[in-house]
């Protein structure tokens, strides 16, 4: 279906495991990146899981626009259980992380399970590498981008990550991408805190951009959308 990258990147950090599934067992019945990720957060964390339980999921999601110029389609979409409210937790994002996880490969990034250590992820069209985050472990969300970016040697790298709120599980603490993007509701920040995880970084050869027009044109009926 035009519009999906086609798979969806499951992380695990406990066994620094990675498996893949195929977007299509979902996007023919859900709705864009949000009913995507819910669906998939239905699935894979029961109602007796708590939110900072390394069993729950942080869902990182794109809709079919994502990485096209369509007016307002660079949201990346974050989904997990609430430690706020111990209920179905969203926030969203603007910024090119989304695009670029897209360009990658993949729709959605499923990150289960806690590392051991401060960890960073790194994807790299279809390639993901398990980092040690212990020297960026206490900075703020700018100096992390920019340390990261540093560490993988890519300054177009695209980066989501926590501050010090997240890694000391403020309840109501925000992942931030760029200088003045972030997902700052239901407390995402605070479950990647609880996995360890400090941030994620992601680099994809960029395919030629296409306009709203021409994706209709190529598109053979609205259900495809």
């Not at 969203?92 to 695009?99: E, L, P, V």
């Not at 760029?178 to 996995?195: E, N, P, Q």
Request: proline share 5%; net charge negative.
């Amino acid at each position: 279906m035009f519009g999906w990258a086609g798979r969806i990147l499951h992380v695990d950090l406990t066994r620094e495991k990675v498996f893949e599934e195929d977007t299509s067992k979902y996007s023919g019945e859900f709705i864009g990146g949000r009913g995507v990720n819910i669906r998939l957060l239905y699935e894979l964390v029961g109602p007796g899981v708590e939110a900072l339980s390394s069993e729950n999921v942080l869902i990182l999601g794109t809709g079919p626009l994502t990485g096209t110029s369509a007016p307002s389609s660079s949201r990346t979409e974050v989904t997990s259980k609430s430690p706020l409210t111990g209920l179905l937790g969203q926030s969203n994002f603007g910024g090119f992380f989304g695009a670029e996880l897209k360009f990658a490969g993949y729709d959605c990034l499923v990150i289960h399970g806690r590392s051991s250590k401060p960890t960073y992820l790194y994807i790299e069209d279809g390639r993901v590498e398990f980092r040690d985050a212990s020297n960026i472990w206490g900075r703020d969300t700018f100096e992390t981008m920019n340390a990261v970016r540093e560490e993988v040697g890519d300054p177009e790298a695209k980066v989501v990550c926590i501050g010090p709120a997240g890694e000391n599980l403020v309840k109501y603490a925000s992942l931030i991408h760029d200088m003045g993007d972030g997902a700052g509701r239901t407390g995402m920040g605070c479950v990647m805190g609880s996995k360890s995880l400090k941030a994620v970084a992601v680099r994809g050869p960029v395919p030629s951009m296409r306009t709203f027009s021409e994706l209709r044109a190529s598109t053979p009926g609205p259900t495809s959308l």
